[in-house]
């Protein structure tokens, strides 16, 4: 028999009521929640090992976000009907989760752990990220597993000026910001969100109005961890230590660690002299050291350069490279470098730099993104990839891992601020290779991206660029530093990762992870501003290398143009089983996309060949063409009889020319005239109001004779 369920719950500014429940479901995991608001309900599990692997030296957190398709009655599009390989939009869930959990455990905690979220019901209203990680930490808050806090994550978008914690899904597609971010009681852990070009001040509002509504579901997540009658965490083997070992490596590298950190050398440079110093390092402890002195002299050796490192940027200013904190490694930018790409682009910035290249489609290349709630098409596509040699490595490659997933939405959710709306006929797909790696390939791709799309002539209004700022900090003296266009090395031993892109106007798009404990908002005030310092001298550059969008695609993007139909008329240009619109596709060597809008049609049609573009474009024009008496037509006669002919002057239009109305000269009839597949001019004269009968004239479009000349009307 279940035991009773325990619940807490708590309200949202909304007004809106959220569900924490533990003790129902999935009871031999080490900790199960289940969190519900409306009919949205969210399964989160966490099972951690007891014991770490042998020889374990980093932490592996695993975290799973799914979303089931039976939570909202749909059956998954796929060949096997079932739920597989984690969609993008549920790997970017999971990122999220990921990046706010992993400080919370102890760093010698080296135990397997894996968390599960799982969607087992979806309301169409409640947007199921926003619940994620509040689902993940309160499963870690009712179990022993080891964890320093409890956080929570939150939506805060912005919908006609007012800030709403987790909107509505209606509310977020017309929100102009739209963030999530994770915190504990104290301290924010991580942001990343979009907006249409807010100040810095919205941002540091967004930050603060997110922390007050997350304070709210910790306490829900300690008063239900309370009930559970949770009162300690689990105890851990901890990794072995040797005081010894850590003085021998001290005095073996430290002076030898500073020269090469103030040698200001490339990152080559710098790998290769530390990796030879580490290798000395090991060779000082003679042949016979066993592998665990090995092990912990590696290990001593990466704190001790990541001590030195540290104290080198706070005490003197001093980087890696040699810069000063708020300086730009040097830039280079082209366009236009690949001459069968639609679009191109080359940006580097130091070591690290991206090659893009812009793809201009048809509707029909539309993405499909499938979730649980709703399957979507977007017509801006961006792709990341990050091959291992831009590393200088060698990796198998296995496809897009998830890093490459996240770095790639960052870009795409900052470009498609300044895309073009719906109107835009063109589905645009973007792909950055990094073809170097040294720091802030995501915010190369943002610039890169930016340049290739206006040499593709895609029309955005601005440019937009990117950078990734660092942050160092000293607890001891409470002196920090704030670094612009962080290394790949500043990364690893920073306290904060800092991406902000945008335009001369606002932000764009931003992503934040944070390591400490601590970080104020003055300090976040000043990184802000100091990137917005960077972002617009980048900005400088990439408007001298392309000032705006090119006015017209190259010539062998596909043409475009859009006619706008009756909704009554979609019908016959697509024909009986698409017979009409395949045949001319074929015939014109053309793609045609019909959408219905309304009352209306939009007709796309498609063409690397001006001639075929045109040649479709008058035929879909005289197919959805209404007749309108005066008007002149070319018909073709469709059949003869004594009282005339019967000929098509539009497309499935066919109307009498009256034996009459052939010629000013009277005809007894039309042997030797007229004969079936002849061409000629006709005049549309009338239209029979009671049959809708269309009257055609070719007379009327000849020279009248003169009287007595040939006219055998002139007596009348």
Not at 406 to 420: D, F, I, V, W, Y
Request: glycine residues 8%; negative net charge; hydrophobic residues 40%.
């Amino acid at each position: 028999m279940l035991s009773q369920p325990i619940q807490v719950s708590f309200n949202l500014p909304s007004g809106a009521e959220v569900v924490i429940e533990t003790g129902k479901l999935a009871r031999q995991a080490d900790g199960a929640v289940t969190v519900r608001q409306g009919n949205c309900i969210l399964l989160a599990t966490v099972v951690a090992n007891k014991e770490p692997k042998e020889g374990q030296s980093f932490f592996p957190l695993s975290v799973d976000y799914q979303e089931k398709f039976g939570s909202a009655g749909r059956i998954p599009g796929s060949f096997f009907k079932r739920e597989g390989r984690l969609s993008d939009y549920e790997v970017l869930i999971s990122r999220l989760v990921d990046r706010a959990l992993r400080p919370l455990f102890p760093e010698d905690y080296f135990c397997d752990v894996q968390v599960l979220i799982t969607l087992i019901s979806s309301d169409p209203e409640v947007m199921p990220d926003a619940l994620a990680c509040l689902a993940a930490s309160a499963a870690l808050a009712v179990s022993d597993i080891p964890i320093k806090e409890i956080i929570s994550e939150v939506r805060v978008g912005r919908v006609n000026g007012q800030y709403i914690i987790n909107p509505t899904r209606t509310e977020c597609e017309q929100a102009d910001m739209d963030f999530i971010v994770a915190a504990t009681e104290k301290n924010l852990m991580m942001v990343e969100g979009e907006a249409k070009e807010c100040q810095e001040e919205d941002l540091v509002k967004v930050l603060e109005l997110a922390h007050n509504a997350i304070r709210v579901q910790i306490n829900a997540q300690q008063i239900l961890r309370d009930k559970k009658g949770v009162t300690g965490k689990r105890d851990y083997p901890k990794p072995p230590s040797d005081e010894n070992v850590q003085q021998k490596v001290a005095a073996f590298c430290t002076d030898r660690i500073n020269e090469i950190a103030r040698s200001a050398s490339s990152k080559e440079q710098r790998t290769d002299a530390f990796a030879e110093l580490k290798k000395a390092l090991i060779e000082s402890f003679g042949e016979e050291v066993d592998d665990t002195t090995k092990s912990l002299a590696k290990k001593y050796f990466d704190d001790l350069q990541w001590e030195l490192v540290r104290n080198m940027i706070l005490d003197e200013g001093k980087r890696l490279d040699g810069r000063t904190l708020p300086q730009i490694r040097p830039l280079s930018m082209e366009v236009d470098i690949l001459p069968s790409p639609h679009g191109s682009s080359l940006f580097t910035r130091g070591e690290t730099q991206s090659l893009t290249t812009v793809t201009l489609g048809t509707p029909l290349d539309q993405l499909l993104i499938e979730s649980a709630a709703k399957s979507d098409y977007s017509k801006f596509i961006l792709h990341y990839n990050f091959p291992p040699f831009s590393t200088g490595e060698v990796k198998p490659m296995r496809g897009p891992g998830r890093r490459e997933v996240g770095h790639g939405n960052l870009a795409m959710r900052s470009l498609k601020q300044m895309m073009p709306g719906n109107e835009y006929p063109y589905t645009v797909r973007v792909v950055s290779d990094i073809l170097e790696s040294n720091g802030s390939s995501s915010m190369a791709t943002v610039c890169a991206g930016s340049l290739a799309l206006m040499d593709a002539g895609v029309p955005i209004p601005k440019h937009v660029s990117g950078i990734a700022m660092g942050l160092i900090t000293r607890n001891s003296d409470k002196k920090y530093a704030i670094l612009t266009d962080i290394l790949g090395d500043e990364d690893h031993l920073g306290d904060m990762d800092f991406k902000v892109t945008g335009t001369r106007d606002g932000i764009c798009g931003v992503q934040m992870d944070i390591k400490i404990d601590g970080l104020s908002m003055e300090v976040m005030r000043e990184a802000l501003h100091q990137a917005k310092v960077a972002r617009l001298q980048i900005l400088e550059v990439m408007y001298a290398t392309i000032p705006a969008a090119r006015p017209e695609v190259k010539p062998h993007t596909p043409r475009m143009e859009k006619i706008i139909v009756d909704k009554e008329f979609i019908g016959a240009i697509i024909g009986p089983g698409g017979k009409v619109i395949q045949e001319l596709q074929r015939e014109t060597n053309t793609t045609i996309n019909i959408e219905e809008v309304g009352n209306t049609g939009e007709v796309s049609i498609f063409s690397v060949n001006k001639e075929g573009l045109d040649k479709a474009v008058a035929k879909i024009k005289s197919i959805v063409m209404v007749p309108e008496v005066g008007e002149v037509y070319d018909a073709v006669v469709k059949g003869v009889k004594e009282f005339g002919a019967f000929v098509e002057f539009l497309p499935k239009k066919e109307g009498l020319l009256h034996i009459s109305e052939i010629s000013w000269k009277r005809l007894e009839n039309l042997d030797g005239v007229l004969k079936e597949g002849d061409k000629l001019k006709v005049k549309l004269i009338g239209i029979d109001n009671k049959t809708g009968k269309f009257k055609l004239s070719r007379k009327v479009l000849m020279p009248k004779p003169e009287p007595g000349k040939g006219d055998d009307n002139s007596n009348k």
